[in-house]
């Protein structure tokens, strides 16, 4: 199995404790704190069909960031699917759009996948950390539909 | 007690001093132009934000029966460690001229949408680095200046 079929691996932060009292600061520290999970693939399943949905790491360049997320592969024949990739920036107390949003609208195979994209970002003096959301949706033979979300790793960049 | 207009004196002349550093006006003026907002709107809105935190860093002093030895730092201080909710908090009834940009600000700093949530770190990141005196600025094309993984919390 590759390493992006990690499924579920849940984080819980240091920080944890301190956010939970409400005291969060209005600083973007690189790591956000409290428990957040890494989705890199996550499966979806509706009567026999399954499929899985992932979030890419970010990549960054100069002033550009992208994340690219959408739907990996089924086992059975889903009839439509659609999903909506998100890079997304820690900014306290959560995770708010930073990139414009990607979509796929078909099944695999092939490989779905979509790019967000953050086109202009500044240099900055401190990190901020970005990641991936990806949801998506799909609808069997049947008429049966699910949804899901992926969460890709967090990356810290010092760009805004 | 001092009033949230001298505060913004204050504020101009810090900025006014500040940005005669070269490289410090360049960052902030192709930070403007990177973002894709006017300078000239978006240096006064900086502005009102470091009169926001030299307000608390007063506020602080008056409170503790103490001077404010240096202003410039104090506000830094308090635009890094405190809430939004606690920055507009102590800010007086009266705002004089400034009360509906105050109050954008406050809206903004709630991240109600996530394009207020960018705009207001933007602004008070800002603020930070024309108040800090002892900041290196990070050079376009440079190394990057830290790792860019994350150090992950340890599970537990």
């Known amino acids: 199995?590759?390493?992006?079929?990690?499924?579920?691996?849940?984080?819980?932060?240091?920080?944890?404790?301190?956010?939970?009292?409400?005291?969060?600061?209005?600083?973007?520290?690189?790591?956000?704190?409290?428990?957040?999970?890494?989705?890199?693939?996550?499966?979806?399943?509706v009567n026999a069909t399954?499929?899985?949905?992932?979030?890419?790491?970010?990549?960054?360049?100069?002033?550009?960031?992208?994340?690219?997320?959408?739907?990996?592969?089924?086992?059975?024949?889903?009839?439509?699917c659609t999903s909506h990739v998100t890079l997304t920036i820690y900014l306290t107390p959560g995770w708010v759009a930073a990139g414009n949003q990607g979509e796929t609208t078909a099944c695999p195979p092939p490989l779905r996948s979509a790019p967000s994209t953050v086109?202009?970002?500044?240099?900055?003096?401190?990190?901020?950390?970005?990641?991936?959301h990806t949801i998506g949706s799909f609808v069997e033979s049947s008429g049966g539909a699910t949804s899901t979300d992926a969460n890709g790793t967090t990356k810290n960049i010092p760009c805004l | 007690m001092?009033?949230?207009?001298?505060?913004?004196?204050?504020?101009?002349?810090?900025?006014?001093?500040?940005?005669?550093?070269?490289?410090?006006?360049?960052?902030?003026?192709?930070a403007s132009s990177t973002w894709d907002i006017e300078h000239a709107v978006f240096?006064?809105?900086?502005?009102?934000?470091?009169?926001?935190?030299?307000?608390?860093?007063?506020?602080?002093?008056?409170?503790?029966?103490?001077?404010?030895?240096?202003?410039?730092?104090?506000?830094?201080?308090?635009?890094?460690e405190a809430d939004a909710v606690g920055l507009f908090g102590v800010l007086p009834a009266d705002l004089g001229q400034s009360a509906d940009v105050v109050k954008w600000l406050q809206l903004l700093s709630t991240g109600l949408t996530a394009r207020s949530a960018i705009m207001w770190e933007r602004l008070i990141q800002s603020a930070r680095i024309i108040l800090d005196v002892q900041l290196v600025l990070p050079q376009e094309g440079q190394p990057l200046p830290t790792a860019d993984d994350p150090p992950l919390p340890s599970a537990g």
């Open chain 1, 1 to 45: 199995m590759s390493k992006f079929f990690r499924v579920g691996l849940t984080v819980t932060g240091a920080m944890a404790g301190v956010l939970s009292l409400g005291t969060a600061t209005a600083v973007a520290d690189p790591a956000p704190p409290g428990t957040y999970t890494v989705h890199e693939h996550r499966k979806a399943t």
């Open chain 2, 2 to 30: 001092v009033t949230f207009t001298q505060c913004e004196q204050e504020a101009a002349e810090i900025v006014r001093e500040r940005l005669r550093d070269g490289e410090l006006r360049n960052w902030i003026e192709s």
């Open chain 2, 43 to 80: 240096l006064q809105r900086v502005k009102t934000v470091i009169a926001i935190g030299l307000f608390n860093s007063h506020h602080t002093a008056e409170a503790a029966e103490e001077p404010v030895p240096h202003p410039a730092q104090t506000a830094l201080d308090a635009l890094r």
């Open chain 1, 119 to 132: 086109t202009n970002c500044k240099i900055q003096p401190t990190n901020y950390s970005y990641r991936v």
């Open chain 1, 50 to 80: 399954e499929c899985y949905l992932f979030a890419n790491p970010v990549n960054y360049s100069g002033s550009t960031i992208v994340g690219t997320g959408g739907w990996t592969s089924c086992v059975g024949s889903p009839v439509a």
